[in-house]
């Protein structure tokens, strides 16, 4: 895929990372944000160190397609976050996604949905996928909404497996299949998923 490789809807754009997104990262290691308030919190991993040491390996390695992670930057060109997929080749259709918006002014306005939805219609195109999944927690109503939202269903309920601040709260697992995702995207409005990449 050329260098100047992106997704584009109406508010973000997803693109591969570049050396200069390693000081966003390092800005956003901050514990007091909503992405990691919301974003999987009964984890004792408190900071993105681990994180940053591996996006800066990708970097010197080469990156590598099909993409498993990618930048969103609003349509206007500032980098808010990523998304990310858990994908293990011996074991393709438990691919799961993740998403971090990690501006808080960014929150609330559907930039995750749209960036969801580039990411997701990426994956099935790219990847011989029959299945995309994602694991939150019932603390996180928004990643909820907008699992139902883009047609996901729940999956499983793990009951009382996070602990967050001393109260126990439910893992959800939410999964949405190939035709399911072909049917559910001609109905969104959120934006008009080109065929083809038109960069």
């Known amino acids: 895929m050329p260098e100047d490789f992106q997704l584009r809807g109406n508010q973000v754009t997803l693109r591969p990372i570049v050396q200069s997104d390693i000081t966003d990262y390092e800005r956003w290691n901050d514990p007091s944000s909503k992405a990691f308030q919301f974003d999987g919190p009964w984890y004792k991993n408190d900071n993105l160190s681990a994180l940053i ?12 397609t099909p993409y ?76 909820l909404r907008v699992g139902e939202k883009l047609g996901f269903v729940e999956e499983a309920r793990i009951r009382r497996s996070c602990l967050v601040k001393g109260q126990f709260y439910d893992r959800i697992s939410m999964g949405i299949l190939r035709e399911e995702w ?11 998923i080109p065929e083809e990449d038109s960069t």
């Open 53 to 64: 040491e591996h996006r800066k390996k990708k970097l010197s390695e080469g990156l590598k």
């Open 68 to 143: 498993r992670s990618l930048e969103i930057d609003t349509i206007k060109g500032k980098h808010i976050g990523w998304v990310n997929a858990y994908h293990n080749e011996n074991d393709p259709h438990a691919t799961a996604i993740g998403i971090s918006i990690n501006v808080d002014e960014h929150w609330g306005k559907g930039m995750g949905t749209e960036a969801l939805t580039l990411w997701i219609d990426y994956l099935f195109r790219e990847m011989n996928l029959i299945r995309i999944g994602f694991t939150t927690w019932q603390g996180n109503p928004m990643m």
């Open 182 to 192: 072909g049917a559910r995207k001609a109905n969104l409005l959120v934006l008009d």
